[in-house]
C-alpha cells in the first residue's frame, strides 16, 4: 500500500515538477539579459560555469554584489581599503576567465558584514535603479527559501531577500517614481528566476557545465585572498606568492571542486531552484502571493 502511495505521490507532483523547469534549456539560452545579485566578490563563484556558458551564448551577464567585501580577512596588517581594492581585482580577474567584461561588473559599496542593517529602503532603491536600467530577463541571486525561510549567513540572508524585494519594487511605477520621471527609467517587470545556494532538496534545474568546467577552475582561482592562507596573510594575488606547495595544492584544490564535489555522476555540474512568475510568489510553495 505504500509503495501505491509514493507511486501516486510521483504522478501527482510530476506535472509540478516538470512546469518548474525553463521551457527552453538554460543551455540553449540566447540574446537574454542576466543580472546575477549577491553580496561578496567571490558569491558568484558557484555559479561561474552557468555564467560563462551564457556569455558564450550570446547573452549579456551583469554581477552585481552589494559589499566590496571590505571585512573579510583574518590578517592583522590588512585594511579596509586595501582589501576592498584587493577583492575588486579579484572578482574582475574572475570575470575575465567567463569572458565577461569588467563594465558588466557591479559593486554597490556596502561594507561587508553590516548588510541587515543598512538603510533597506536606500539599499532596495539602488538595486531598483540597475533593474530599470538593465531591463533583465533573467535575476539569479541567493534562495530566499521555498515555502520556509531558508537559512543563509548574515549578508547573503539579506542579499536573498533583497533581490526579490527590489525585483517587486522595479515593477511597480509610484515606488521610487523620481528614477522614471527625473531619470528617464522604466518600469520593468522580471518573471524569470533561477536561485542558486538552494538546500533542502529544492533545486530543480540542474546545468551540465563540461564545457565551462575549466573556466570555473580558473575563475576560482582567483580569490586567493579568501579560499589560501592569504586569508591570514595575504602575500600576493598569485598561486605563487604562496608558502611551499599551497599554490599548486590550491589549485588542484578547485579543480576537484569542480569536477568531483561539484558533479552529479561524473559530470560537472551547476544547481538552481529556477521560478517563473510574479516576484511576490518567489518563494511560495502556492505560487501566489
Not at 554581477?63 to 575588486?88: A, E, F, Q
Not at 586567493?224 to 605563487?240: H, K, L, R, V
Amino acid at each position: 500500500m505504500k509503495k501505491v502511495f509514493g507511486w501516486v505521490a510521483v504522478f501527482l507532483l510530476l506535472p509540478m515538477m516538470l512546469w518548474a523547469q525553463p521551457e527552453i534549456p538554460i543551455s540553449e539560452w540566447t540574446g537574454r539579459t542576466i543580472l546575477l545579485i549577491g553580496a561578496h566578490p567571490d558569491d558568484d563563484a558557484q555559479s561561474h560555469g552557468t555564467l560563462a556558458m551564457l556569455q558564450a551564448n550570446g547573452n549579456e551577464v551583469y554581477v552585481m554584489l552589494l559589499t566590496t567585501g571590505n571585512v573579510g580577512t583574518g590578517d592583522p596588517t590588512m585594511t579596509r581599503d586595501r582589501l576592498s581594492k584587493i577583492r575588486r581585482q579579484e572578482e574582475v580577474d574572475a570575470l575575465a576567465e567567463l569572458g565577461i567584461p569588467e563594465s558588466n561588473y557591479i559593486n554597490l559599496g556596502y561594507t561587508d558584514g553590516m548588510l541587515e542593517f543598512a538603510d533597506k529602503e536606500e539599499l532596495v532603491k539602488d538595486i531598483v535603479w540597475w533593474i530599470r536600467k538593465l531591463k533583465p530577463t533573467t535575476l539569479m541571486a541567493f534562495d530566499p527559501g521555498y515555502g520556509y525561510q531558508q537559512w543563509h549567513k548574515t549578508d547573503h540572508r539579506a542579499a536573498a531577500y533583497l533581490a526579490v524585494d527590489a525585483a517587486r519594487a522595479a515593477e511597480w511605477r509610484l515606488i521610487f517614481p523620481s528614477q522614471i520621471i527625473n531619470e528617464g527609467l522604466e518600469r520593468h517587470t522580471i518573471t524569470d528566476y533561477l536561485f542558486y545556494s538552494t538546500t533542502g532538496g529544492e533545486a530543480n534545474t540542474f546545468v551540465d557545465i563540461s564545457a565551462y568546467a575549466e573556466n570555473k577552475v580558473r575563475s576560482r582561482s582567483k580569490y586567493i585572498s579568501q579560499f589560501t592562507s592569504a586569508f591570514d596573510n595575504y602575500t600576493g594575488p598569485n598561486p605563487e606568492d604562496l608558502p611551499g606547495n599551497e599554490g599548486e595544492e590550491f589549485l588542484e584544490r578547485m579543480r576537484r571542486g569542480v569536477y568531483e564535489r561539484g558533479a552529479v555522476n561524473g559530470v560537472p555540474t551547476e544547481r538552481f531552484r529556477y521560478y517563473k512568475g510574479n516576484p511576490d510568489g518567489a518563494g511560495s510553495r502556492r505560487g501566489g502571493y
